[in-house]
């Protein structure tokens, strides 16, 4: 079978985690398949849709770097595929199964069906009945008679009738999920007879989904749990218009470290924010893809094109996925480490200028601090989760560095006296250290700390402190060879001479 799947969101608000997420694995899915991956906007709330949300999605996947075969964006067979173009079509499928006798016109005002509501409420609450929702008052009008009404221009809704059972026999409506195997739900447990299209013309979510899913040949509808409630009525919505429904399977649940499932009380959920903060898109796609999928054992690096070839349902993990920063900062840190010099560079510059470090802030580098903010880019790379941290850890290297208190300066167990002995030590071997590659600037500092006999440690630590302005730094031989001799020495006297002062 030719796999056609879809992710199909409604334009309401910004992209989060669990979006991408149901993109992505309808995304792997197709490419897994050879199959096709679609793109649906489900914009039936008017009220709630807006342009800039849709604009948010097409950035959003823009960014993350995949994308589907067909949409709105792209075109494709069974365009239009934004749901607001497709009233016609809802409309038409509505009116056949009221023709099929299976569903029907619903006269009631909405006044009465405010009153039911809270009757009905009102009812659950004093324990007299467990029924809610609508009454079918409408589902015993026959059927000429509704007819007639509707046609006459009588406000109305269309209503599916959910099969009931007779005599005390509750039907079940039994469909199969990939992930949860079969599902057989009561149709007592169903909204009683949920309205397909509105009064003003509107399809409502089910109809909508339904329909489009079939009329776009949609062979598999991989979604989030939440939606596994609105399934019975999808099933049983397709059985009414004679349709196979599409293969389910409900991802598995996104929680937060707390247990709840993930919401914007966990930080920064939408993708946006990511963005924002520093999360690069390679490092979210590879932890996103984690979030309730096994893959290989072992393996926890994966490439767009790796997960393609990879996935299938079976990988799907049953249990709650738990949404863990730490986790996915490592893998920030770790796809930062594997940039090239000119990709760090690309991404950290930016920072750097907005943060001040080449002048006030917003100061383009000049080449040569350009040159040397690419050289140093190696001594931090493997100490960083965020481009925006380059440039802090960076800055001794493009202005000279406050002076800490003096105390900052000793060595374990060294006084001020002692410290300023070590600096001075240090400030003789500074030039040579300067010049020299890694391990015989180690040479260097080694010979010279045994013939002095102090400890190695005990004589650099005075050198950093005065050269980086901290006790833990980047490393101290490469910063020397970047700042050059000159600078370096100026900042060992004025050190020299504070610890002196
Ligand atoms: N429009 C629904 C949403 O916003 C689609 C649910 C589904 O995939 O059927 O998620």
């Not at 709105?72 to 199964?97: I, K, M, T, W």
């Not at 009525?233 to 996104?254: D, E, N, Q, S």
């Not at 096994?294 to 049953?318: H, R, V």
């Not at 900052?408 to 240090?426: G, N, S, W, Y």
Request: charged share 25%; with cysteine; hydrophobic share 40%.
């Amino acid at each position: 079978m030719t796999v056609r799947d879809r992710y199909a969101p409604s334009p309401t608000g910004l992209q989060h985690i669990g979006g991408v997420r149901t993109a992505l694995f309808n995304y792997l899915f197709a490419r897994a398949r050879g199959g096709t991956f679609v793109l649906r906007l489900e914009d039936t709330d008017r009220a709630r849709s807006e342009a800039r949300y849709v604009q948010n999605l097409y950035n959003t996947f823009a960014w993350l770097g995949f994308s589907w075969d067909e949409g709105p964006d792209r075109g494709g067979p069974f365009a239009p595929y934004v749901q607001s173009e497709r009233f016609p079509r809802y409309r038409a499928h509505a009116e056949d199964l009221v023709a099929r006798g299976s569903a029907y016109y619903c006269f009631c005002s909405s006044a009465r069906l405010e009153e039911l509501r809270a009757e009905r409420e009102a009812a659950v609450s004093g324990g007299a009945s467990a029924e809610t929702g609508y009454d079918r008052r409408c589902r015993a009008l026959g059927a000429d008679e509704a007819r007639r009404r509707a046609e006459s221009g009588e406000p109305h809704t269309i209503r599916l009738k959910i099969p009931l059972g007779d005599g005390g026999n509750v039907p079940l409506t039994r469909f199969q999920d990939h992930l949860l195997g079969e599902i057989a739900w009561k149709n007592s447990d169903i909204n009683p007879d949920p309205v397909l299209l509105k009064s003003d013309g509107f399809p409502t979510y089910h109809l909508a989904n339904v329909v489009d899913d079939h009329l776009m040949e949609i062979t598999h509808v991989l979604r989030a749990q939440e939606w596994l409630p609105s399934t019975p009525l999808h099933v049983i919505l397709y059985a009414a218009f004679g349709w196979r429904p599409p293969a389910y399977c409900h991802l598995p649940m996104v929680m937060g470290q707390d247990g709840k499932k993930l919401s914007k009380r966990h930080g920064a959920t939408s993708i946006d924010e990511f963005r924002l903060q520093g999360y690069l898109p390679e490092a979210l796609i590879n932890y996103v893809a984690l979030l309730g999928a096994s893959y290989e054992e072992g393996k926890e690096f994966y490439t767009l094109d790796e997960l393609a070839a990879l996935f299938s349902l079976e990988k799907l993990n049953k249990a709650p996925a738990v949404f863990d920063y730490k986790k996915l900062d490592w893998y920030n840190g770790q796809y930062i480490r594997m940039k090239d010099s000119a990709a760090l560079a690309a991404l950290t510059l930016p920072h750097a200028v907005a943060a001040g470090l080449f002048g006030a802030a917003g100061t383009e580098p000049d080449a040569e601090q350009r040159g040397r903010f690419e050289a140093a880019l190696p001594l931090i790379k493997e100490r960083i989760t965020f481009p925006r941290e380059a440039g802090e850890k960076l800055r001794y290297l493009f202005s000279e560095p406050p002076l800490p208190t003096r105390e900052e300066f000793f060595p374990k167990k060294a006084d001020r006296a002692e410290t300023a002995r070590l600096l001075a030590i240090a400030r003789a071997i500074t030039g040579d250290l300067c010049r020299a590659e890694e391990a015989e600037a180690e040479a260097i500092v080694k010979a010279r700390a045994e013939r002095e006999g102090v400890k190695l440690g005990d004589l650099l630590m005075p050198l950093r402190v005065a050269v980086t302005g901290a006790r833990v730094s980047p490393p101290l031989f490469g910063s020397l060879r970047i700042l050059g001799a000159e600078t370096a020495l100026a900042r060992v006297d004025r050190a020299h001479a504070y610890l002196t002062a």
